[in-house]
């Protein structure tokens, strides 16, 4: 007998949007489909959190009786109601190896945010793709999740993508076996809003990625070798690997199946929601480990085809861009004041520290070709969003590295000591310094991250995904920051 499926609403929508949805799941698996409208939720108070979403959301299953057995639940979600099933599974499914969901089906989902977010409510209320026409409540909070390079969207992913509830995508005897399948467009066309390049119109197609990797480095303070200088890193990438899947010209609202976004739509457009509904009939005909291996092989397949194509147009729009989000923590805890991220090509200077004549600096071309768009996270400005054109990157800039690209950080406030530097030896400009900081004037101070030419496009750059760079700094004292006579 197949799992019943759970058909989770984004916002602005009800039951009644996604009758073809439900038909043609109806028919193709012969199974029982529940709708949980996320949309009763959502849309009414500032208060309401992710916590209270993931407490609904339980009620709503006890409500309906669905079992709690290892993985037998399916679920299809739209949009937000990604954020919505994860935050839930965290936190009321603790035995990683035994998660009620096995076929976790996500249509444009927002796993890492997307840039309408921050936009303000009387701008999203007028987005097309993905909610109705006229005005549109939205919770404070959840708008704060939904932001790129938010804090939750990061805290998110290091449970259930890095950490402890990792496990309940992995397959095999010792994992949950959730087989997880995205589904997203590239077509961003907005009706009232200025498109977004590299997105649906709504979530980008990097930000609606479950694959991710992550790097984790400490620079710390005044390395006293040469193999202290280049810091120790490495790469990890999420557990449990999903399916990604990418269509050529549908956006936010197309992707969903919904009853008016199909309505509305062109032949030509149909023709392709069809082939996309088709292909998420499959996602759930998917039986077994090596059937679900062989699923993601298919994807990837499928989603270089139209990522190729995309790339070698002229429009940015199609462009495979990465997702890139940096926070640095201090050894005390905290954020610094300030920071800037630097990513140079060592072989771009003299030995003097000097430029060399007729280079273009690698950070320079990185910035001019390479970087769309940087946002730093509202509240909490030590999140930032670095929206990186990786076709680009891959024509603009790779060619020019010579043996590795290096990534260091200034942060402030800065600390640099008697004689170097602005205080040049006068004892007045000493004293007036900074007494406690961080020692990051340059690489004798704080040390570099060395990414091998051959790793770069591998593990650095990567089209349509989200690499996330969790950055540690030493916080010193100068010497006479405290004194006893």
């Known amino acids: 007998m197949p799992n019943p499926i759970l058909i989770v609403h984004g916002w602005n929508d009800t039951s009644d949007s996604f009758n073809r949805l439900r038909e043609q799941l109806t028919e193709s698996l012969n199974t029982n489909i529940t709708d949980i409208p996320l949309a009763d939720w959502l849309s009414r108070e500032d208060d309401i959190s992710y916590d209270d979403l993931a407490d609904a959301f339980e009620k709503a299953w006890e409500d309906k009786g669905l079992p709690r057995a290892k993985n037998s639940v399916d679920v299809v979600i739209h949009s937000t109601g ?15 190896q035994n998660p009620p969901i ?4 996500m249509l444009a989902p927002a796993n890492f945010g997307s840039p309408l977010a921050d936009m ?13 026409k006229g005005s549109f409540e939205t919770g404070a909070k959840l708008l704060k999740g939904l932001e ?20 309940m995508y992995e397959q095999g005897p010792n994992g949950g076996g959730i087989q997880c399948s995205v589904f997203v467009g590239n077509e961003g066309n907005m009706t009232f809003i200025a498109e977004f390049p590299g997105s649906d119109g709504t979530v980008r197609t990097s930000t609606a990625n479950m694959n991710c990797r992550r790097l984790k480095a400490f620079f710390k303070a005044k390395p006293q070798t040469l193999a202290d200088t280049e810091l120790p890193f490495d790469v990890e990438h999420s557990t449990g690997e999903t399916a990604y899947r990418l269509y050529e010209g549908l956006n936010h609202g197309q992707a969903s199946q919904s009853d008016h976004a199909y309505k509305d739509a062109s032949a030509g457009i149909r023709q392709k929601m069809d082939l996309f509904l088709q292909d ?3 996602a759930f005909q998917v039986d077994g480990v090596s059937a679900f291996e062989q699923w993601i092989a298919d994807s990837k397949t499928h989603t270089k085809s139209v990522a190729d194509a995309g790339n070698r147009g002229t429009d940015n729009e199609r462009h495979g861009y990465q997702n890139t989000v940096v926070r640095v923590i201090d050894s005390h805890g905290k954020a ?15 030995k003097d520290g000097g430029l060399k004549q007729g280079r273009t600096p690698t950070t320079r071309l990185i910035q001019k070709h390479a970087i769309d768009d940087v946002h730093n996270y509202g509240s909490d400005p030590n999140y930032r969003c670095f929206h990186i054109n990786c076709k680009k990157f891959r024509d603009k800039v790779f060619k020019k590295v010579k043996d590795d690209l290096r990534i260091s950080i200034t942060a402030e406030p800065v600390l640099e000591d008697k004689g170097i530097g602005k205080f040049g030896g006068n004892k007045s400009n000493y004293d007036s310094g900074n007494k406690v900081g961080y020692y990051s004037s340059d690489d004798a101070d704080i040390g570099y991250i060395s990414i091998p030419n051959h790793r770069i496009l591998d593990e650095l750059f990567v089209d349509h995904t989200t690499f996330l760079l969790d950055l540690g700094i030493e916080r010193c004292q100068r010497d006479d920051a405290v004194r006893f006579d």
Do not use: M
């Not at 096995?102 to 089906?105: A, R, T």
């Not at 209320?125 to 909610?131: C, E, I, K, V």
């Open 82 to 96: 990604a954020l919505v099933v994860r935050h839930w599974l965290v936190k009321y499914c603790p035995d990683p």
């Open 102 to 105: 096995g076929k976790f089906i």
């Open 120 to 132: 303000g409510r009387t701008i999203i209320g007028r987005a097309r793709n993905g909610f109705k």
């Open 148 to 167: 790129i390079a938010s804090p939750y969207s990061w805290w998110l992913a290091e449970q259930d993508r890095f950490g402890p509830h990792a496990a």
């Open 280 to 282: 998420v009939v499959s």
């Open 336 to 350: 610094p004041d300030d920071y800037a991220l630097e990513i140079y090509d060592e072989f771009d200077f003299r």
